[in-house]
Structures are given as structure tokens and as C-alpha cells.
């Protein structure tokens, strides 16, 4: 899944993100759900603030670049702006997953770490992200706060 691509290289993926000033990464698709395998490419949705028309797709170019050099394998990825499609948007809407928020570096999702917790913890969160207001920053990657 996403998470675990990510995890191959933190650092990089978060200063991919900082560099071309992403302020939202959605990862839908596949490499969100079950049927994710070594093939598969990974979708991804992308919001960068950038005003200038070129510099946004120099970022948007240099994000896609970025990711399938980190993920090694190829990635889709999508702005708002091109989901023209409006049976696409709603479904890209319903299954979308937030990896990067663009203040809290990552936030990881909810199915990538449900099975990592002990039960008396998990039941304390939600699908499909857990609460900013129980997470601390571990290494740039939100985890759950145990304090």
C-alpha cells in the first residue's frame, strides 16, 4: 500500500512535498485498498499552492517525477482541476485517503494502522484518519499519542 512505499523513504517524500509546496495528497485507488500489488500504480490527487501558472505545473511536473522515482513504479496523478468526469469525482471523493496535509507532514490513514494498535487504544479512533487531537509528530509521520 502507499504507506509502506512512503516508509521506504520519509525524509524524501516529505521534502519532495515541502520543496513543490504541496498542501494536499490524496491517494485513492488501488493503493488504498486491498488490491493493491507489485504492478499496480499508484493514484494519487494532488493540490499544490503555487499562484503562478507556471510555476504550478513545474510543481505538479516535479511532484509526479518525484514520486514515481521514490515509489519506483508508475503514479496517476490528479488535480482537481483536470476531474472533469463528475462519476469520477464522486468516486475518487468516496474512496480518497489523506497522506499529506501540507502543515502536519503526514497523516497516516486509518487501514494502514488499525492492526498496529492495541484494542483498548484503536477503539478510540475512527475511519478513516485518526483525530489531529490524539496525535503527536514521531519522525514526521503522525502517530498516536499513548501519554
Not at 485517503?97 to 490513514?109: C, E, P, Y
Given at each position: 500500500?502507499?504507506?509502506?512505499?512512503?516508509?521506504?523513504?520519509?525524509?524524501?517524500?516529505?521534502?519532495?512535498?515541502?520543496?513543490?509546496?504541496?498542501?494536499?495528497?490524496?491517494?485513492?485507488?488501488?493503493?488504498?485498498h486491498g488490491?493493491?500489488?507489485?504492478?499496480?500504480?499508484?493514484?494519487v490527487?494532488?493540490?499544490?499552492?503555487?499562484?503562478?501558472?507556471?510555476?504550478?505545473?513545474?510543481?505538479?511536473?516535479?511532484?509526479?517525477?518525484?514520486?514515481?522515482?521514490?515509489?519506483?513504479?508508475?503514479?496517476d496523478?490528479?488535480?482537481?482541476?483536470?476531474?472533469?468526469?463528475?462519476?469520477?469525482?464522486?468516486?475518487?471523493?468516496?474512496?480518497?485517503?489523506?497522506i499529506?496535509?501540507?502543515?502536519?507532514?503526514?497523516?497516516?490513514?486509518?487501514?494502514?494502522?488499525?492492526?498496529?494498535?492495541?484494542?483498548?487504544?484503536?477503539?478510540?479512533?475512527?475511519?478513516?484518519?485518526?483525530?489531529?487531537?490524539?496525535?503527536?509528530?514521531?519522525?514526521?509521520?503522525?502517530?498516536p499519542?499513548l501519554?
Amino acid at each position: 500500500m502507499v504507506a509502506e512505499l512512503i516508509n521506504q523513504d520519509r525524509q524524501a517524500f516529505i521534502d519532495l512535498c515541502k520543496r513543490n509546496r504541496v498542501s494536499s495528497l490524496f491517494a485513492f485507488g488501488s493503493s488504498v485498498h486491498g488490491d493493491f500489488g507489485p504492478e499496480s500504480d499508484v493514484d494519487v490527487l494532488v493540490t499544490v499552492d503555487v499562484a503562478d501558472d507556471l510555476e504550478h505545473g513545474g510543481a505538479l511536473i516535479n511532484v509526479w517525477n518525484g514520486l514515481e522515482k521514490l515509489f519506483g513504479r508508475p503514479v496517476d496523478l490528479l488535480t482537481e482541476n483536470s476531474l472533469k468526469n463528475p462519476y469520477l469525482r464522486k468516486e475518487i471523493e468516496r474512496t480518497k485517503r489523506l497522506i499529506h496535509d501540507g502543515v502536519n507532514a503526514l497523516v497516516l490513514v486509518w487501514d494502514q494502522i488499525q492492526g498496529r494498535l492495541p484494542p483498548s487504544i484503536a477503539s478510540s479512533f475512527s475511519p478513516p484518519l485518526m483525530p489531529k487531537s490524539k496525535v503527536r509528530m514521531g519522525k514526521g509521520i503522525m502517530m498516536p499519542s499513548l501519554s
